[in-house]
């Protein structure tokens, strides 16, 4: 049977100043019920005013900017979590082909070699480590 994991690109609430994504957990009854996850992110603190004071908050990182032609390591600002980290390829989920995981980097798998170009999306999520 196959599993997979499915998360939405947090969106960015301007009204509101902060990211926000839409998940499904069980709810008291044991059904799946929406709920809104809030999230941080480096440059639009939701919860807290300050990175030292976030105490391993979740971040939203777009890396969009460092992506060179068939390059395939990226850097975060700060070191996350290993199993913390998810990351998306032009909105789509592809952390099952990370490789490499290091303290605040990763690399794509070679297969992304001739796919990654300039045009595209790259966004990372994770807890930040402040251990």
Do not use: W
């Amino acid at each position: 049977m196959a599993i997979i994991r499915i998360n939405r690109v947090p969106k960015y609430n301007q009204t509101e100043d902060r990211y926000e994504q839409n998940i499904k957990v069980l709810g008291p009854s044991g059904n799946l019920v929406s709920q809104l996850n809030i999230l941080e992110t480096k440059d639009v603190p939701a919860i807290s005013n300050s990175m030292s004071a976030l105490g391993g908050g979740i971040f939203v990182e777009n890396l969009t900017s460092s992506i060179i032609k068939d390059k395939l390591q990226y850097a975060t600002s700060y070191n996350f979590l290993q199993n913390s980290l998810c990351v998306f390829y032009n909105g789509l989920n592809i952390t099952n082909d990370l490789v490499n995981l290091s303290s605040n980097s990763f690399s794509l798998k070679s297969d992304y070699t001739g796919v990654v170009v300039p045009e595209d999306t790259l966004l990372a999520l994770y807890t930040v480590n402040n251990g």
